[in-house]
């Protein structure tokens, strides 16, 4: 490890904590032990040892022993938080493999697709910069591994939407939630009344014939209320596909929605164009109430 590198870790370390860190036998191959060390763990990651170097003594603890400080650092898992908050693709691919993969042993009694959607919300909750403060995942100091970390974060993140969401509607009682929302137009609410049953069964059915991503798109964008930015940044893609796959989905969703009430139902063209224009218009209700969870 080069001086040149030292002092800048220096520069960066706790002011407090400099004087025993410069004082400490051997601080150089310390600090080369801690590059080597998250090397090996991550070879196919790329490495800039200098600004590796200056990430870890930003998050330095400003008391202790300087020794017990460094030796207890886990700098595997420093360097990988370092790397994917920097975005580097390979260390993305890491944190989802190593760590977001068990997100599902983390919850162990839920659902598939609400764990699937948890972990996009976590993973956008530790990469994604919030009111131009830094991503979660830049705030991990070493001290303890990344995966229970992570898994705090995963947990308190599961709190907040047992907490922020409505609890689950049984299904008999969806449609009369709907009703209460869709208005006095006369037209709809004659339709509405002799046909609620079918409605309720059919958008049911379509729901389940969609890709889990595509509920998941709908889900976190009509019922969690996230913009079309932030659930680019959940699923790392540009927010103009992002949307095309939402609208993508809205649209496979009432064109299976039109097959099912067709299926179930003999009405005559003027009826099912009007219920079709129901569902439709309340597409955005009928999200809310029937995905909520």
Known sequence: MTSEHTESFLSRAPRALVPALRALPGLEETLA??????????????????????????????????????????AEDVFLAFACVRGEARALEALDAHVLSQVGTWLPREDPSFVDELRQMLRQRLLVPVDGA?????????????????????????????????????????????AERLGADPELAFIRER?????RAAFRAALGRLEARERNLLRLHHVHGLSMDAVSATYQAPRSTVARWIARARDRLLALTREELTVRLRLAPDELDSLLRLVGSQLDVSLRVLMTD
Not at 47 to 73: C, I, K, N, Q, Y
Not at 153 to 171: S, T
Request: proline share 9%; no cysteine.
């Open 134 to 178: 830094p991503p979660k995942l830049a705030s991990y100091s070493g001290r303890g591994p990344l995966g229970q970390w992570v898994r705090a974060v995963a947990l308190r993140l599961h709190i907040d939407l047992q907490r922020a969401a409505p609890r689950e509607r049984p299904m008999e009682e969806a449609p009369v939630a709907l």
């Open 33 to 74: 032990g801690l590059v080597r060390q998250a090397r090996e763990a991550w070879p196919e990651v790329g490495m800039d040892a200098g600004a590796f170097l200056a990430h870890v003594a930003e998050r330095l603890p400003s008391t202790g022993e300087a020794r017990e400080v460094l030796v207890s650092l886990r």
């Open 195 to 199: 046909h609620q049953e079918d409605f």
